[in-house]
């Protein structure tokens, strides 16, 4: 395919933000945060303090990628996002869904992978804003419950990592377990991503021909009440099958 | 202070009604991830449901090594208060 939108500018720029971000992401973790913590006592404010950082950081990272053209896209139904006690669940399809999210949502908690909390660049901020490491899997499930409880909004990925393309998409029961035990309303987000870029298993490098154009796409709330009535691990059950229907039919899955 | 056979029928009625098990396949020697198919996320909502009915707080440490059904029976009777 042809190369457009200019392939090259395209190219280093996207090197570029990557270094970008990853300085940015140190340096807000190991300096800001700690600031924060230092001036911030109190833990509730603390948390919510140090989220907003991090989502003006990413909200900013959006804004630039997009002002610069390096990217388009579209936020539909950003409005109903950010409830008391939201659980919201998205598909994964790029390395960048969590900056959309969590830069235009960001009171919310989210669901982290427990690396983010070893690795030296990410740790200081993941530990500041107080999201929560997707392992040991109980430990994961009590916190994510105590969150919701507290009134937070949280955000979960339920594919635990990205979409590899052109395979299914495959989900864990996580998120309905999590939020039958505790959301008040759950709320899914499908997100594409046209041509395809960021994706897993491929480095940072292989650009697409031309600009990409995310789109996220807020759906309605699922009621939860349907699901109740029967213990637990059926109810879950039921609910992660359906989950699976929803984001198989919403998103597509290309190579 | 339950008996081991309390307990056995308290797992046991706990894991047909939770998982709608088959009552013959909740054996002690059955293994929860071969035979009965409970994985990570049940065992956590079967361990919160049981230290309800056991009325213990419990740390999901305790269960790492729980492999049977009589592994789990095991650790209720050492969580027991003596």
Same mark, same amino acid.
């Given at each position: 395919?042809?190369?457009?939108?200019?392939?090259?500018?395209?190219?280093?720029?996207?090197?570029?933000?990557?270094?970008?971000?990853?300085?940015?992401?140190?340096?807000?973790?190991?300096?800001?945060?700690?600031?924060?913590?230092?001036?911030?006592?109190?833990?509730?404010?603390?948390?919510?303090?140090?989220?907003?950082?991090?989502?003006?950081?990413?909200?900013?990272?959006?804004?630039?990628?997009?002002?610069?053209?390096?990217?388009?896209?579209?936020?539909?139904?950003?409005?109903?996002?950010?409830?008391?006690?939201?659980?919201?669940?998205?598909?994964?399809?790029?390395?960048?869904?969590?900056?959309?999210?969590?830069?235009?949502?960001?009171?919310?908690?989210?669901?982290?992978?427990?690396?983010?909390?070893?690795?030296?660049?990410?740790?200081?901020?993941?530990?500041?804003?107080?999201?929560?490491?997707?392992?040991?899997?109980?430990?994961?499930?009590?916190?994510?419950?105590?969150?919701?409880?507290?009134?937070?909004?949280?955000?979960?990925?339920?594919?635990?990592? +990205?979409?590899? %393309?052109? $395979? @299914?998409?495959?989900?864990? *029961?996580?998120?309905?377990?999590?939020? =039958?035990? /505790?959301? #008040?309303?759950?709320?899914?987000?499908?997100?594409?991503?046209?041509?395809?870029?960021?994706?897993?298993?491929?480095?940072?490098? +292989?650009?697409? %021909?031309? $600009? @990409?154009?995310?789109?996220? *796409?807020?759906?309605?709330?699922?009621? =939860?009440? /349907?699901? #109740?009535?029967?213990?637990?691990?059926?109810?879950?059950?039921?609910?992660?099958?359906?989950?699976?229907?929803?984001?198989?039919?919403?998103?597509?899955?290309?190579? | 202070?339950?008996?081991?056979?309390?307990?056995?029928?308290?797992?046991?009625?706990?894991?047909?009604?939770?998982?709608?098990?088959?009552?013959?396949?909740?054996?002690?020697?059955?293994?929860?991830?071969?035979?009965?198919?409970?994985?990570?996320?049940?065992?956590?909502?079967?361990?919160?449901?049981?230290?309800?009915?056991?009325?213990?707080?419990?740390?999901?440490?305790?269960?790492?090594?729980?492999?049977?059904?009589?592994?789990?029976?095991?650790?209720?009777?050492?969580?027991?208060?003596?």
């Amino acid at each position: 395919m042809k190369r457009t939108d200019f392939y090259w500018l395209r190219l280093v720029g996207t090197g570029l933000w990557f270094l970008v971000f990853g300085l940015v992401t140190f340096v807000l973790g190991f300096m800001v945060l700690p600031l924060i913590r230092l001036v911030t006592p109190n833990r509730q404010r603390r948390m919510l303090r140090s989220r907003a950082v991090l989502g003006a950081g990413m909200r900013s990272f959006i804004h630039g990628v997009s002002d610069l053209r390096f990217i388009e896209y579209e936020f539909i139904g950003r409005e109903k996002l950010g409830r008391p006690g939201q659980l919201i669940v998205a598909n994964h399809p790029t390395l960048i869904d969590v900056c959309f999210l969590l830069g235009f949502v960001p009171t919310a908690s989210c669901i982290v992978k427990a690396g983010h909390f070893r690795n030296l660049i990410t740790r200081g901020a993941v530990i500041g804003a107080a999201y929560i490491p997707n392992a040991p899997t109980e430990e994961m499930i009590h916190a994510a419950e105590a969150a919701l409880q507290a009134g937070e909004t949280l955000l979960m990925f339920p594919e635990g990592t +990205r979409t590899v %393309p052109g $395979r @299914p998409l495959t989900m864990q *029961r996580g998120a309905a377990n999590v939020a =039958l035990r /505790a959301a #008040r309303v759950l709320t899914p987000v499908y997100i594409s991503c046209e041509p395809s870029t960021l994706s897993k298993n491929l480095p940072w490098y +292989r650009i697409p %021909p031309s $600009r @990409p154009k995310w789109t996220l *796409r807020v759906g309605d709330d699922i009621d =939860l009440a /349907a699901y #109740r009535g029967v213990p637990l691990p059926i109810a879950s059950r039921r609910l992660h099958s359906d989950l699976a229907g929803l984001f198989g039919g919403a998103t597509q899955v290309r190579d | 202070m339950k008996s081991r056979e309390e307990i056995f029928q308290t797992v046991r009625t706990a894991l047909i009604e939770l998982f709608e098990l088959e009552a013959p396949t909740v054996v002690p020697e059955a293994r929860f991830d071969d035979d009965l198919e409970i994985d990570s996320i049940d065992a956590v909502d079967l361990i919160d449901h049981l230290s309800r009915i056991f009325d213990r707080r419990v740390s999901p440490r305790d269960f790492r090594s729980v492999r049977t059904v009589q592994d789990l029976i095991d650790t209720i009777e050492r969580l027991q208060p003596q």
